[in-house]
Nanobody
Framework: QVQLVESGGGVVQAGDSLRLSCTAS????????MGWFRQPPGKEREFVSA????????VYADSVKGRFTISRDNAKNMVYLQMNSLKPEDTAVYYC????????????????WGQGTQVTVSS
């Protein structure tokens, strides 16, 4: 069983930066690919970014490419999402998730989920 806890959300202005963190209860080096998803108000949850268990591969949604950076520190059991140049449309609850796949954009492939952290970007 993997337990994930997100932190780092908050209220910021457009153009600001935030770094989200995800703490895993079991070593993230145990073969889990990790991902970030988000759910904007009134919308479906959507893929944001994912990283392979060894950090060698990462993928991004087109909407965040060039602004967001995913990374992980397996020694600390942590996954991060650095978000720069934030826009009001980035407002959402952000979720960390773990998959047994190497790396995946597919929500259905993720077995474990955190509770989410709110990010609000004002214009």
């Amino acid at each position: 069983q993997v337990q994930l806890v997100e932190s780092g959300g908050g209220v910021v202005q457009a153009g600001d930066s935030l770094r989200l963190s995800c703490t895993a209860s079991i070593g993230t080096a145990s073969g889990y690919g990790m991902g970030w998803f988000r759910q904007p108000p009134g919308k479906e949850r959507e893929f944001v970014s994912a990283i392979s268990w060894n950090g060698d591969s990462n993928v991004y949604a087109d909407s965040v490419k060039g602004r967001f950076t995913i990374s992980r520190d397996n020694a600390k059991n942590m996954v991060y999402l650095q978000m720069n140049s934030l826009k009001p449309e980035d407002t959402a609850v952000y979720y960390c998730a773990a998959t047994l796949l190497y790396v995946s954009r597919s929500e259905s492939s993720y077995r474990y989920w955190g509770q989410g952290t709110q990010v609000t970007v004002s214009s």
